[in-house]
Nanobody
Framework: QVPLVESGGGLVQAGGSLRLSCAASGRTFNRYLMAWWRQAPGKEREVVAVMSGSGGTIYYTDSVKGRFTISRDNAKVLLSLQMNSLKPGDTAVYYC???????????????????WGKGTLVTVSS
């Protein structure tokens, strides 16, 4: 088990920034692929950013490239998502997830994730 707890969501105006954090536990954190997903109202959950266990491989979905940055601190067992230049279209519940096996960013599916957090709501006002 890898309990995951997200924090950092909230209400922000368009153009603003937020930093999401995902606190994990377990000594094998660095073995897990970590990812941020989001689900907007009325839409399916989509992968936003993925980082391999070592941090050497990173994927971003096209809509957030250049604006979002995923990072992990294996010593602190912490995953982060820095979100800049936020847009109303970024409004969603953001989830942290961990997967035992590697998946390529665009090819990652929800079934590839073994553990999920409960999510944190990000609302971007226009």
């Amino acid at each position: 088990q890898v309990p995951l707890v997200e924090s950092g969501g909230g209400l922000v105006q368009a153009g603003g920034s937020l930093r999401l954090s995902c606190a994990a536990s377990g000594r094998t954190f660095n073995r897990y692929l970590m990812a941020w997903w989001r689900q907007a109202p009325g839409k399916e959950r989509e992968v936003v950013a993925v980082m391999s266990g070592s941090g050497g491989t990173i994927y971003y979905t096209d809509s957030v490239k250049g604006r979002f940055t995923i990072s992990r601190d294996n010593a602190k067992v912490l995953l982060s998502l820095q979100m800049n230049s936020l847009k109303p279209g970024d409004t969603a519940v953001y989830y942290c997830a961990a997967g035992r096996n590697y998946c390529s960013g665009p090819g990652c599916s929800e079934d590839d994730m073994d553990f999920w957090g409960k999510g944190t709501l990000v609302t971007v006002s226009s």
